[in-house]
């Protein structure tokens, strides 16, 4: 029996569900969701691999007209997974009408030679006349296949499998069978964390907001993990804090609850608020942060 590999990027604007998807595809959360915009800051890499392949997905930060420097380096990231792989998705919220977003992308993956799928997403809130609509508007663009799905209903996702295998060669498993992200406790920790963040608060405050890990002990039942919660002023500091410290408490108890869950053991978790101003146009505070320059042609 053959062995099927294959590395398949995930593309969009912001808030098209491209983390949903990936959670859809591996069967586990290991991207966080949110209504906010730009949730994804990092390109994260889930795997799934079953008896007869391995599909390796990386979900990419939301093309968009970057404010800062952290947007343009969220954006480069997602340019350099046009290239190396064996398939693009590109997912839009078919809710949305085609804009100047959706242009700009168009005309970054007309020169790109792989073939690209159309993942209209959020059918589950589309008619039938509206879908078939979206699909005439964007046939003309060139797409591979053109594949309709709900990503938060887990609708069609397995067909979306099935047509990408086709495009998939015989190859070698990358992971172990039983990897599904390639990132360490620390990423998937803060990133928790932030979405919690995200969660809670309005605003300027969603995209104002870092989280790092500092510390992770290991005791004999229980895991303690001190996190660092940055933001760029002082006002965004009491936001996080909340009325007495009713919103750290809020934030820190709902990632606690769900940190738990993953780690399967009891979790003490100390948060701290940093004010660094101005982080997100700081390159060197950036890259301690993991948003590393990443280079695109």
């Given at each position: 029996?053959?062995?099927k590999?294959g590395?398949i990027?995930?593309?969009g604007?912001p808030?098209?569900?491209?983390?949903t998807?990936i959670?859809?595809l591996?069967k586990q959360?290991i991207?966080?969701?949110?209504?906010?915009?730009?949730?994804?800051?990092?390109?994260?890499?889930?795997?799934?691999t079953?008896e007869?392949?391995?599909?390796?997905?990386?979900?990419t930060?939301?093309?968009?007209?970057?404010?800062h420097?952290?947007?343009?380096r969220?954006n480069?990231?997602?340019?350099a997974h046009f290239?190396?792989?064996?398939?693009i998705?590109?997912?839009?919220?078919?809710?949305?009408?085609?804009?100047?977003?959706?242009?700009f992308?168009?005309?970054k993956?007309?020169?790109v030679?792989?073939?690209?799928?159309?993942?209209?997403?959020?059918?589950?809130?589309?008619?039938e006349?509206?879908?078939i609509?979206?699909i005439n508007?964007f046939?003309?663009?060139?797409?591979?296949?053109?594949i309709?799905i709900?990503?938060?209903?887990?609708?069609?996702v397995?067909?979306l499998?099935?047509?990408t295998?086709?495009?998939?060669?015989?190859g070698?498993m990358y992971y172990?069978?039983?990897?599904?992200?390639?990132?360490?406790?620390?990423?998937?920790y803060?990133?928790?964390i932030?979405e919690?963040?995200?969660?809670l608060?309005?605003?300027e405050?969603?995209?104002s907001?870092?989280v790092t890990?500092?510390?992770i002990v290991?005791?004999?039942?229980?895991?303690?993990?001190n996190a660092v919660?940055?933001v760029?002023r002082?006002?965004?500091?009491?936001i996080i804090?909340?009325?007495?410290?009713?919103m750290?408490?809020?934030?820190?108890l709902?990632a606690?609850?769900?940190?738990?869950?993953?780690i399967?053991?009891?979790v003490?978790?100390?948060?701290?608020?940093?004010?660094?101003?101005?982080w997100?146009?700081?390159?060197?505070?950036l890259?301690q942060?993991?948003?590393i320059e990443?280079?695109?042609?």
């Amino acid at each position: 029996m053959s062995f099927k590999s294959g590395f398949i990027s995930i593309i969009g604007r912001p808030n098209a569900g491209k983390s949903t998807l990936i959670n859809q595809l591996v069967k586990q959360k290991i991207a966080i969701v949110s209504e906010k915009a730009q949730t994804t800051r990092d390109a994260i890499i889930g795997v799934l691999t079953e008896e007869e392949y391995q599909l390796v997905f990386i979900d990419t930060p939301g093309i968009h007209k970057p404010k800062h420097e952290l947007g343009s380096r969220m954006n480069r990231a997602s340019y350099a997974h046009f290239k190396g792989v064996d398939v693009i998705y590109y997912i839009i919220d078919g809710t949305e009408p085609f804009g100047k977003g959706d242009q700009f992308v168009m005309d970054k993956l007309a020169t790109v030679k792989l073939p690209k799928f159309l993942i209209i997403n959020k059918v589950d809130a589309m008619s039938e006349n509206d879908l078939i609509a979206k699909i005439n508007q964007f046939s003309e663009f060139g797409f591979t296949e053109i594949i309709p799905i709900s990503a938060k209903e887990n609708n069609n996702v397995d067909k979306l499998l099935e047509v990408t295998l086709d495009y998939t060669e015989e190859g070698v498993m990358y992971y172990p069978k039983d990897q599904v992200s390639a990132y360490p406790e620390q990423f998937i920790y803060a990133e928790i964390i932030r979405e919690k963040i995200l969660q809670l608060t309005e605003e300027e405050i969603p995209h104002s907001v870092a989280v790092t890990i500092e510390r992770i002990v290991k005791k004999k039942n229980s895991t303690l993990i001190n996190a660092v919660i940055l933001v760029d002023r002082m006002s965004q500091k009491g936001i996080i804090i909340g009325k007495q410290g009713s919103m750290i408490k809020e934030i820190g108890l709902r990632a606690r609850e769900e940190l738990e869950t993953i780690i399967g053991e009891s979790v003490y978790l100390e948060t701290f608020v940093r004010v660094e101003k101005n982080w997100r146009n700081r390159s060197r505070m950036l890259n301690q942060l993991g948003y590393i320059e990443t280079e695109y042609e």
